[in-house]
């Protein structure tokens, strides 16, 4: 079955450490999306990519860096450099940028906490 | 104004009912609009998308489509417990300097015994 599959699911982070979440489609979907959810709150856009080897900043990239080298594979990167790391992270998928149509379709996330 | 704008909730209903879960949009050039829903804890998963004016159904659930009004609803009949979760409402927009889905912050949604 086509999907997103994200790992892992629950990732812990000292403080200092940069650590990487996976994010893998097989729905050849060209436009990939990584999103942070806070408790009760809404989703906000780290990054996105229309296509291979390019990438943009979202809403709130500081903190974050991402590669996108396969069209299968988006992986984030949560850097020292963000001081407020602990939420819930989303990667999504659409057939093209913006999800016109089809919509995007949702990994089952990881949960990142600092310890 | 927000592009999408949601009621945040709780929306709270008895079982059996109807809920009725509504979301405005900002971009008059939208052409699809989705919703989601969220269980707690739990990625969006999608439930249904509409394109055109009008009522689309799909089991229980309904969604309404006014683009002259920018709004778009959706109903679900017969409300589960099950049904507890927080709907996403979400429509393609340019923003940014790029084109995305704009999703709004959410109607939480509980269907009580």
């Known amino acids: 079955d086509g999907g997103i599959t994200q790992s892992p699911k629950y990732l812990f982070r000292k403080e200092g450490q940069n650590v990487t979440l996976s994010c893998e489609q097989n729905?050849?979907?060209?436009?990939m999306y990584w999103y942070r959810q806070d408790p009760g709150q809404g989703l906000r856009l780290i990054y996105y990519?229309?296509?291979?080897?390019?990438?943009q900043k979202g809403d709130i990239a500081e903190g974050y860096s991402v590669s996108r080298e396969k069209k299968e594979s988006f992986p984030l990167t949560v850097t020292s450099a963000q001081k407020n790391p602990t939420a819930f992270y989303l990667c999504?998928?659409?057939?093209?940028?913006?999800?016109?149509?089809?919509?995007?379709?949702f990994g089952s996330g990881t949960r990142l906490t600092v310890v | 104004q927000k592009e999408v704008e949601q009621n945040s909730g709780p929306l709270s209903v008895p079982e059996g009912a109807i809920a009725s879960l509504n979301c405005t949009y900002s971009?008059?050039?939208?052409?699809?609009f989705f919703w989601y829903r969220q269980y707690s804890g739990k990625s969006p998963e999608l439930i249904m998308s509409?394109?055109?004016?009008g009522d689309k159904e799909d089991g229980r659930f309904t969604a309404q489509l006014n683009k002259a009004s920018q709004y778009v609803s959706l109903l679900i009949r017969d409300s589960q417990p099950s049904d507890s979760a927080t709907y996403l409402c979400?429509?393609?927009?340019?923003?940014?300097?790029?084109?995305?889905?704009?999703f709004g912050a959410g109607t939480r949604l509980a269907v009580h015994p």
């Open positions: 999504a998928s659409s057939s093209r940028a913006g999800g016109d149509n089809y919509g995007y379709t």
């Open positions: 729905l050849n979907h060209d436009a």
């Open positions: 990519s229309q296509i291979v080897n390019d990438f």
């Open positions: 971009d008059r050039g939208s052409q699809s």
């Open positions: 509409i394109y055109s004016n």
């Open positions: 979400a429509v393609p927009g340019f923003s940014g300097g790029y084109n995305k889905l704009i």
